[in-house]
T-cell receptor, first 111, second 111 residues
Framework: NAGVTQTPKFQVLKTGQSMTLQCAQDMNHEYMSWYRQDPGMGLRLIHYSVGAGITDQGEVPNGYNVSRSTTEDFPLRLLSAAPSQTSVYFC??????????FGQGTRLTVV | AQSVTQLDSHVSVSEGTPVLLRCNYSSSYSPSLFWYVQHPNKGLQLLLKYTSAATLVKGINGFEAEFKKSETSFHLTKPSAHMSDAAEYFCVGAGANNLFFGTGTRLTVIP
């Protein structure tokens, strides 16, 4: 099925651990992005990419890395997890402003 | 700069009464605009989208929205609220290579 596949759905990390959130789309979209959602703050843009090999920072990039080696995949890496990174993370893809597709979200807890 | 502004962070209505969730946009051109709904602990589900065709857009679950260029608005309405409509609603704009989010409106439906 076409869409955005985001994994894992839930994750608990200890402070200082690293992990990668996976995001893949099969719609050949150029634009992919990562957001975090915190209570009362809506969705805030972490990093985005407008095509393979091109990434850029969003509103809250600190503590996160991304890469875009293929059009399909856009993983988000937490380098050294901190409790402030406890959040719900969403991946999205879109093309030409037609429609944005979202992954199901990852609920991350850092203890 | 492109942006969307959701004018109300919280809207409360009685079951069976009309719903109005307000969204204004700012863009140098007519963007694609969307409304998404997020139920508790769920992902974002597309309600409807405007992509420069008909200005009155009908979506799922009885929702509709009207694009008004003169008012730079894209308000979401429903004639009669149902308990299952209680959720967070996001107005989202899409340019050629970016997405821009409103901060969300939490809809409460009172029985």
């Amino acid at each position: 099925n076409a869409g955005v596949t985001q994994t894992p759905k839930f994750q608990v990390l200890k402070t200082g651990q690293s992990m990668t959130l996976q995001c893949a789309q099969d719609m050949n979209h150029e634009y992919m992005s990562w957001y975090r959602q915190d209570p009362g703050m809506g969705l805030r843009l972490i990093h985005y990419s407008v095509g393979a090999g091109i990434t850029d920072q969003g509103e809250v990039p600190n503590g996160y890395n991304v890469s875009r080696s293929t059009t399909e995949d856009f993983p988000l890496r937490l380098l050294s997890a901190a409790p402030s990174q406890t959040s719900v993370y969403f991946c999205a893809s879109s093309s030409g402003g037609v429609q944005a597709f979202f992954g199901q979200g990852t609920r991350l807890t850092v203890v | 700069a492109q942006s969307v502004t959701q004018l109300d962070s919280h809207v409360s209505v009685s079951e069976g009464t009309p719903v109005l969730l307000r969204c204004n946009y700012s863009s140098s051109y007519s963007p694609s605009l969307f409304w998404y709904v997020q139920h508790p602990n769920k992902g974002l589900q597309l309600l409807l989208k405007y992509t420069s065709a008909a200005t009155l857009v009908k979506g799922i679950n009885g929702f509709e929205a009207e694009f008004k260029k003169s008012e730079t608005s894209f308000h979401l309405t429903k004639p009669s609220a149902h308990m299952s409509d209680a959720a967070e609603y996001f107005c989202v704009g899409a340019g050629a290579n970016n997405l821009f989010f409103g901060t969300g409106t939490r809809l409460t439906v009172i029985p």
